[in-house]
């Protein structure tokens, strides 16, 4: 959410920034600022009136004591009673309505963002050598199949389009990533949590999902109307642990990882490349999220980005890191890396992991605050990165380390859950 004084005091600079993201909300901002210049007036005489009304009502008993007549001060008073009442509704609703556009507007990017969308991402470095084979190299979706890793069919059967079912030893080599990335965030003092994948609107409204992408997420709803939510992300969770709660300086940061399935709504239909695991509506993903202080924001950005590079290096995988543009960015963020994996059968690289900043855009959302040195209270910062998210990395790496005869390496890092060095098909 982007803080209202902010917005008063500079409407013209917080209307560039929504440019950026190729959106103009120009008339959306003028009217938050119209009802903003309203409700304050409307508050002033409504203060003033409640100031009247408890100033008479201190003057009744002494009205009373004197033998005066009371009878015209207190239906004065009963009239001045039900105005303040009226107007009190009128100003909720008002404040209703600032709330609800003001929630609309999305994170400001920071100021070294380039504005535009996709075509303005800038690739920041490139990691390792694309793979050259000596032989017809075959797409993921092939070898997933000769080797049994992978059962499209029956996961369709059980799921719809955008399921499938690991098997054997595809699906230790799936246990095996996620083993991988847990360990090394335990190494990095990370502390895991095991969220609900059942979350209530609240948590969506928080992580700045709701109300605009409300209709992108999975809804559960039983028969006593109790609705929820399959989280798209642990992210949506891990933000909304210290909702409503003021943190301690020593608290500060708050490192948290949690690896949860990942449930997400795709729009459209599915394009030829993205068969198999590049594009589903389930995956499994280890999530990392930090809570800092204003101050330490920049430097917990730059270590989940190194985090979630390492990961990648460490399993031998060629990638490039790209800068987003404001457009590319998510709505609640105000800048993202992206580590994007080379898929050899595409020709393209896919991200693996966002790393994102909101900044306190969330915390605003959900009340998070900090107590800072000065005794005074500040919302804290928020920050996730996917560390990592399997179904591209599975695809890069059965195509980035198949031998010729159909084989595939185990990245070193792997072998002690896998319990081999190649994966050999069976005859």
């Not at 280890?286 to 202080?293: A, K, L, P, R, S």
Request: one cysteine or more.
């Amino acid at each position: 959410m982007i803080d209202l004084k902010f917005l008063r005091a500079e409407p013209d600079t917080v209307k560039a920034n929504v440019k950026k993201r190729c959106k103009d909300m120009d008339r959306e901002i003028d009217e938050i600022l119209e009802l903003d210049a309203t409700r304050r007036q409307m508050t002033a005489t409504i203060e003033a009136k409640k100031a009247e009304q408890n100033a008479v009502s201190r003057k009744i008993p002494q009205i009373k004591k004197e033998g005066g007549d009371v009878a015209a001060v207190m239906a004065e008073m009963k009239a001045l009673s039900a105005e303040i009442k009226e107007e009190d509704a009128k100003l909720a609703e008002l404040e209703e309505k600032q709330k609800e556009l003001l929630m609309a507007l999305p994170n400001m990017p920071d100021p070294d963002v380039v504005a535009g969308g996709k075509e303005n991402n800038a690739v920041v470095h490139v990691w390792g050598e694309k793979p050259q084979f000596d032989f017809e190299p075959k797409n993921h979706v092939d070898l997933c199949e000769a080797h049994g890793f992978i059962d499209y069919e029956r996961g369709a059967k059980l799921g719809g389009n955008g399921a499938w079912i690991y098997r054997g030893m595809g699906a230790r080599l799936e246990w095996a990533l996620l083993n991988f990335f847990i360990t090394e965030h335990l190494n990095d003092g990370y502390e895991m949590l095991l969220p609900p994948h059942m979350l209530n609107y609240t948590c969506g409204y928080t992580a700045g999902q709701f109300p605009k992408f409300a209709d992108e997420v999975y809804w559960i709803e039983n028969s006593t109307g109790d609705k929820k939510f399959l989280l798209p992300t642990a992210e949506t969770a891990l933000v909304n642990l210290h909702r409503d709660e003021v943190l301690t300086l020593d608290e500060l940061p708050k490192k948290y990882i949690a690896y949860t399935p990942c449930y997400r709504r795709e729009a459209g239909s599915y394009r030829s490349e993205e068969r198999g695991m590049i594009r589903g509506h389930q995956f499994n993903k280890v999530e990392m999220v930090q809570y800092t202080t204003a101050e330490g924001s920049d430097a917990a950005f730059e270590e989940l980005v190194g985090k979630a590079e390492r990961l990648v290096q460490k399993l031998g995988l060629h990638y490039q890191l790209s800068k987003l543009a404001a457009g590319d960015c998510s709505y609640s963020m105000a800048r993202t890396c992206d580590i994007e994996i080379w898929i050899p059968s595409m020709g393209i690289y896919k991200e693996v992991s966002s790393a994102s900043n909101a900044r306190d855009y969330q915390a605003r959302r959900g009340n998070i605050k900090y107590r800072g040195e000065d005794g005074k209270l500040h919302f804290a910062h928020t920050l996730n990165a996917s560390g990592l998210a399997t179904s591209r990395v599975f695809p890069a790496l059965v195509e980035q380390y198949q031998n010729a005869d159909g084989s595939i390496t185990v990245p070193e890092v792997l072998r002690p859950w896998v319990g081999t060095d190649v994966i050999k098909l069976e005859k």
